[in-house]
């Protein structure tokens, strides 16, 4: 694939993952001053890259290229890096969903970390100079519970998804000791918005209960909602991204809030957005999130839908990247429900 909008500028950054939340925010905060070139995987959509398009609001007047690149192919990602010698490159593609980790235990670990490792080879062998942004997870301190970790903490992973961000980190930070490259580290905390993607907890929550509230449907089952997250907003922390390479500190710093919200306190506000008047009771081990004005259930919690291994408690310390890079979030979680339900909402009556 190569299609293309606009005209080329000198400097060009590469982002793979460009179609999820967080590519969405890079390219349309980066696309004014760059040749931003979008890698995604070979049969991509055309919906999807729609969707990716309408999101970032990048149109015809802008300048967009996408490429279909395997990037577990070595060749193709050696020609994609020849072809545009990266200023930046930002590797956001990934298996990201821990649950789907534990069924394809091997693809996950094979295509984040040998992902991660051709592009790296292709940067060392053909474009040196290239900053390079990768993301690890916060599902590193899994092993953990109840702790405020910093970016000295031993991390911890016990799922499939958390070893591979695991791997990939320290093989990264061993390149860029052996090899003098730039590379550039974030360790991500949990962070939303309004181009979360449906299938995540939050955005499953945020559809259901719009659902509930102008259409009626009927109940849905999630995971414990008495787990507390250190959760951020998407559009803020692509800032940090942005920072961390741009400063290029061949560094590794955590990208979090530094607070924790209970899942349950997300749910609750999401009602709140859409002035739902409702109540919530226990039975046994399940919550109950009950419509008032009709006495329906609308949404239970139960810990049989939770994960062999959940985050819980892991506060992420910031102080490192507000005092190298001035870095801090501004954005509460309030912010961040009010915009992704307001988004939905246009969504889902333009589908009508």
């Not at 031993?154 to 990264?172: C, D, F, G, I, R």
């Not at 961390?244 to 809030?257: L, M």
């Amino acid at each position: 694939m190569g299609f293309t909008w606009g005209l080329t500028i000198n400097k060009t950054i590469l982002i793979s993952g460009i179609t999820g939340q967080d590519g969405v925010f890079l390219s349309s905060k980066l696309i004014k001053k760059f040749n931003v070139v979008g890698i995604v995987r070979p049969g991509i959509t055309n919906s999807k890259i729609q969707k990716f398009l309408l999101n970032s609001n990048i149109n015809k007047a802008t300048k967009i290229n996408l490429e279909e690149v395997n990037l577990l192919n070595q060749n193709d990602t050696n020609d994609i890096i020849k072809k545009y010698k990266p200023e930046f490159f930002y590797h956001l593609a990934s298996q990201s969903s821990v649950e789907k980790s534990f069924v394809e235990n091997q693809s996950t670990l094979d295509y984040n970390f040998f992902s991660t490792k051709n592009i790296i080879d292709s940067i060392k062998e053909n474009s040196k100079d290239t900053k390079f942004f990768f993301p690890t997870s916060c599902t590193i301190f899994e092993g953990y519970a109840n702790l405020n970790v910093d970016e000295n903490t031993n991390p911890k992973p016990m799922s499939p998804y958390a070893v591979s961000k695991y791997k990939s980190q320290e093989m990264l930070k061993a390149y860029n000791h052996e090899y003098d490259l730039n590379i550039n580290i974030g360790l991500m905390f949990s962070h939303e918005s309004k181009f979360r993607k449906d299938n995540y907890f939050t955005m499953t929550v945020v559809n259901h209960i719009i659902r509930y509230k102008y259409f009626k449907k009927d109940y849905i089952y999630v995971g414990n909602l008495n787990l507390t997250r250190d959760i951020g907003s998407a559009e803020e922390y692509v800032d940090a991204i942005i920072k961390i390479n741009q400063s290029n500190n061949k560094d590794i710093f955590i990208v979090s809030r530094n607070d924790l919200y209970k899942l349950q306190h997300f749910v609750n506000l999401v009602c709140d957005s859409l002035d739902l008047n409702f109540s919530v009771e226990k039975n046994g081990d399940e919550l109950m999130f009950i419509d008032k004005s009709n006495n329906k259930i609308f949404l239970i919690s139960s810990d049989k839908k939770s994960r062999q291994y959940e985050i819980d408690g892991i506060k992420g310390n910031n102080t490192k990247i507000f005092k190298d890079l001035n870095w801090e979030p501004k954005k509460n979680l309030e912010d961040i429900v009010e915009e992704m339900v307001s988004f939905k909402i246009n969504e889902i009556y333009k589908s009508l």
